[in-house]
């Protein structure tokens, strides 16, 4: 089993950077593939990026293609994403998700959730 902690969301300008961070604790951090999804307020939960058990290999929806950038340090047990060009629509809380295989974008594959972290983008 893993715990997972988001930290990093705030309130920005459109244009501007935000680094999303997701703790884990618990066992065998390095043996989940891990994800970020996002939900903004009146829509579905989205898939936004995903990574492999090592780094090796990640997954972006294409509206964040180019602007936000998933990465891991097994290290720290912890996982990051990067996003840049931050955008309206970007709004959403945004909560990071455990599981045992990649790829995936279903939620329902996601074993293990944090209570995610609000970001909001102003024009």
């Known amino acids: 089993q893993v715990q997972l902690v988001e930290s990093g969301g705030g309130l920005v300008q459109a244009g501007d950077s935000l680094r999303l961070s997701c703790a884990a604790s618990?066992?065998?951090?390095?043996?989940?593939?891990m994800g970020w999804f996002r939900q903004a307020p009146g829509k579905e939960r989205e898939f936004v990026a995903g990574?492999?058990?090592?780094?090796?290999?990640?997954d972006y929806v294409d509206s964040v293609k180019g602007r936000f950038t998933i990465s891991r340090d097994n290290a720290k047990n912890t996982v990051y994403l990067q996003m840049n060009s931050l955008k309206t629509e970007d709004t959403a809380v945004y909560s990071c998700?455990?599981?045992?295989?990649?790829?995936?974008?279903?939620?329902?594959?996601?074993?293990?959730w944090g209570q995610g972290t609000q970001v909001t983008v102003s024009s």
């Open positions: 998700a455990a599981r045992w295989s990649y790829p995936g974008r279903r939620s329902s594959d996601y074993a293990y």
């Open positions: 618990g066992r065998a951090f390095s043996s989940y593939a």
């Open positions: 990574i492999s058990e090592n780094g090796g290999s990640t």
